[in-house]
């Protein structure tokens, strides 16, 4: 369970302006494409994961291995169970996908910067379709779960990260908007996640999305030894 | 609760799944957990709606054990939660509704409970711990990393509760909740 990693906090470098394309088509444009993950994909999340423990400062909570991703992440049909979108971007349009999935199109944007983006972790996160780099941005972990209130699932956002590089140009709300827009597709009553309580920024950005931040609820946690004892329990 | 003297009423209770044919005592069950949570207006849930959406996959079995009381249990509805089973009665004392979560950091899944409830009349007498013990078990036996759920801030007596069943409870987490007009609004999607 992990909260969206917050924007850094302001610094006195000039952010990049993002300018609409259409009208303002001088700049720097990016390519951008939400799409399913799959297996092959795994080395990319498993990075990610580790990246978002990093930021978090909860590494020693950390760890998945590549094997266990593998074996857990992709056993049902997209949106049935765990589902991850990724998002990729090239300063190049993004060639389309060799087999997509027929239960998601991929979603595609164009953004506009003044400023070339620069990715000190290009290669390590570099997806190669033909001769075209592109980059993995970040992604959004959801699963399905059920609210009997309303009678009908909904979603809940695991992770949302966005790497360090790319943070503050919109890739966050894209992710997050994406699962919303699947959501209401489906005909789901809710999009659910967590954050903490001192991440101001984070609850800036959910109120703006126009999420509501629910101030009674705890989140109750029974793992590790506790659980090997409730196992062994005389019920 | 005397289980080594058997004096008393005894009261024989079992945990099973629940089917379809469930639903009716399962819509009223959470109409009375949304009276107990003061969120009634929150409730929306249709008989059909629980029926269409509550068994479409497969579940993962009964567990029962007798327990024994000094007075006998005096149930006001006793006929609106009564199942038949030939010429016995059967009283539905409660429920508990729970899905697979995950956890990146683990790579595994888990158990979240979105749904612990036990009518009043049987509250204080063993039946929660009854429930969420059944659930807590089955993530050990499946290899998965961790049983979430969530309390509201004021139920001391269910934090108390968890506590003692050595759960933690996570102090700085929020949920966030994208619903209604707010979640429709990103139907047509402008990312």
Request: with cysteine; glycine share 4%.
């Amino acid at each position: 369970m992990a909260a969206a990693a917050p924007p850094p906090p302001p610094s006195d470098v000039p952010e990049p302006r993002m300018a609409p394309p259409e009208t303002t088509p001088i700049g720097h444009p990016v390519f951008t494409r939400i799409r399913l993950a799959t297996p092959l994909d795994v080395p990319f999340i498993h990075k990610l994961i580790h990246q978002m423990a990093v930021f978090e400062k909860l590494t020693h909570l950390f760890s998945a291995t590549e094997s266990s991703l593998s074996s857990t992440l992709f056993l049902s049909p997209p949106f049935k169970s765990f589902t991850i979108f990724l998002l990729e971007l090239s300063s190049s349009p993004i060639p389309p996908l060799l087999s997509p999935s027929p239960s998601f199109t991929p979603i595609e944007k164009t953004f506009n910067f003044d400023l070339p983006l620069n990715d000190p972790e290009k290669d390590v996160f570099s997806v190669h379709y033909g001769s075209d780099q592109v980059v993995i941005a970040g992604f959004v972990l959801f699963f399905p779960n059920y609210s009997t209130f309303l009678g009908k699932p909904g979603f809940y956002v695991e992770d949302l990260f966005v790497r360090e590089c790319y943070r503050r140009k919109g890739f966050g709300k894209m992710l997050l908007s994406a699962v919303a827009k699947q959501a209401v597709k489906m005909g789901y009553g809710r999009v659910e996640w967590v954050v903490l309580d001192w991440n101001v920024n984070a609850i800036k950005f959910y109120e703006q999305m126009g999420a509501q931040v629910l101030p009674e609820w705890r989140i109750c946690r029974l793992t590790g030894d506790s659980l090997q004892a409730d196992q062994n329990a005389n019920v």
